[in-house]
């Protein structure tokens, strides 16, 4: 069956994307497969761009960013932009990682982005990323999967940790170092990581310059009961996958963008971050290579509108009093407009209305999400991107459960209603 006609199939394939995406590097590298797959051509940043009327272009940034773009005439009528981003809360290898410790080989790992530190417990992982060796004096870089059971974050047992289940805190320098086997005292730790690679990609340990490698859940995504699903990195690779997929199954006269940044995690202060000029000067750039000036760029700003999609929170049966008492999230209830008095999403009266239209016009509905007063709730791109760039925008996102732990909740109706929403804000002229 067609995944894009059934709402069960298209969660079957947003598992399939996330379980092969365990890094930001692979969730780009699978983007650009299906950009490929459907026409789109890489421009490359360090060249003069030649485009065309009704070409389909991307550009990627250090394999973790992209920007995609089906190009029409007339620039300065703006345009339509859905943003999201690559990467979710992980463990990051530190250098020198190898620890002998008391009969074991442990790592030593740092923390990405705000984790819930306790689902990471007991998990089967393993490590991918992006391994850089010298080849005949060049420096080759490839992106690396570790695709078998390698490495746990063993719990310390109850009875020597009574306090586990009441007030015990666990210290992320302390108590979280993954564990990969035991080993006698003449072991040679030093280089144990180059040496795994090294096997993995087929070359000498020594070619190994650096690597850049997070831990990630060896175990796959399920549907549960046919009406949610459980996988990790929901926040943001369903907003990646129901985008992505909006993007290239839409013809519109209008210019549509797609962009996946990195590091939303940690704030964005990257290049491949939402606080950088990456959008900025790509769109500027198409003015330039398309022979146009400034001042239709302005106007084109003024014309163009961003959705930022982003994990929202649905109410949590179980911990109820955490959301606002008059906007019930509910899953499988519709996407989630996000709206903050405080700035902390994009949303005003104008983007609203836009999309509360098209979702009028679609037959799906739309929930409201507000923080109580006395939380602090997440930001997105959405605010970041909007100061950069002037651009009406505003938040959506698919409401999911336990955002943030190593396995998210999802809805597949929601995820349906995010792609049919996402298509038809594309097809807008
Ligand atoms: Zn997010």
């Known amino acids: 069956m067609n995944s894009l006609n059934n709402s069960l199939e298209f969660s079957k394939d947003l598992i399939s994307f996330i379980d092969a995406s365990p890094v930001s590097y692979f969730a780009v590298k699978n983007a650009i497969e299906i950009l490929k797959e459907n026409g789109y051509e890489e421009l490359k940043e360090n060249s003069r761009w030649d485009l065309s009327d009704y070409g389909k272009y991307f550009i990627n940034r250090d394999d973790t960013a992209l920007i995609a773009i089906n190009l ?66 060049n420096l080759i870089a490839k992106l690396v999967k570790i695709d078998r059971d390698l490495l746990t974050i063993p719990n310390a047992a109850i009875h020597m940790n009574r306090a586990v289940n009441k007030d015990f805190v666990i210290n992320p320098q302390d108590n979280l170092y993954p564990i990969l086997r035991t080993i006698g005292d003449d072991f040679n730790k030093d280089g144990y990581i180059q ?6 990609l087929g070359i000498d340990p020594l070619a190994i310059i650096d690597y850049d490698l997070s831990l990630y859940d060896r175990q796959k995504g399920s549907l549960m009961a046919d009406d949610t699903y459980q996988v990790g990195r929901i926040d943001n690779l369903g907003s990646v996958h129901a ?77 109820k009093s955490f959301s606002d008492p008059t906007n019930i999230v509910k899953l499988n209830g519709g996407l989630a ?93």
Not at 298 to 311: H, K, R
């Open 243 to 319: 985008s992505l997929k909006a993007f290239v199954n839409t013809f519109s006269s209008r210019s549509n963008v797609l962009i996946l940044n990195d590091n939303e995690e940690i704030g964005s202060r990257t290049r491949t971050g939402a606080n950088s000029p990456f959008l900025g000067d790509f769109l500027k750039r198409l003015f330039l290579a398309c022979g146009k000036d400034m001042e239709e760029y302005y106007m084109a700003i003024e014309n163009s509108f961003l959705i930022s999609a982003d994990g929202a929170h649905a109410i949590h049966p179980n911990f």
């Open 337 to 429: 407009i996000k709206i903050a008095a405080n700035g902390a999403y994009t949303t005003s009266i104008e983007s609203k209305a836009r999309i509360l239209k098209l979702a009028r016009n679609l037959g799906i509905n739309l929930q409201s999400f507000h923080n109580r007063n006395d939380k602090t709730g997440g930001s997105t791109i959405g605010p970041i991107t909007q100061s950069r760039l002037g651009i009406r925008s505003i938040d959506i996102g698919e409401p999911i459960l336990a955002m943030h732990s190593i396995r998210e909740l999802g809805g597949v109706k929601d995820h349906f209603d995010a792609y049919k929403l996402y298509k038809k804000f594309y097809e807008e002229d």
């Open 72 to 137: 029409r005439e007339d620039l300065e009528k703006g345009f339509d932009i859905i943003g999201s981003h690559t990467e979710s809360p992980t463990f990051k290898l530190k250098s020198k990682p190898e620890i002998n410790d008391t009969g074991y080989l442990k790592l030593n790992v740092e923390v990405y982005g705000g984790m819930i530190y306790s689902t990471w417990l007991d998990r089967t992982l393993s490590l991918a990323g992006k391994v850089v060796y010298e080849d005949k004096g």
């Open 195 to 200: 040496r795994l690679l090294a096997d993995e």
